[in-house]
């Protein structure tokens, strides 16, 4: 049992619970992260909190350590999985938020894409 909030028509959150399968990268209690489906890039990850928060456009003062959280870690997973060192390699983050933004899984997640060039996309 999660002591998180979920929502069960959410694909992420049941990525998070295991119903879904996903090529988890790391886990801790509040975050989760795991391949893209869909990868741009060489290395494309998404970080999520566990968290059912449908976006950046919902998040508040409680969700700062959480989301400061996740930008430290980003790095880590970037380099664990492949992306090449600062400054000639790096990566990118990018986190679509609403239907103007991008955005198609509505539960925030911030995609982390790296490695050597040319990208599919971006
Ligand atoms: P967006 O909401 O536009 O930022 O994009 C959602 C991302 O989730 C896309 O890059 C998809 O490829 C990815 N995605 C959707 N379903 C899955 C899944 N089951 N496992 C991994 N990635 C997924
Ligand atoms: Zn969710």
Redesign the pocket.
Known sequence: MSHHHTDDNC?FCK?VAGK?P?KKVYEDEDIFA?????PWAPVHL?MIPKAHIPSLAQVGPEHEALLGRMMVLASKLAAQEGCNPYPDGGFRLVS?TGTEG????HHL?I?VMGGPRPWLRG
């Open positions: 694909i990525i879904i996903s795991f391949h893209d489906i869909a998404l679509n991008g955005q198609e899984v997640h995609h």
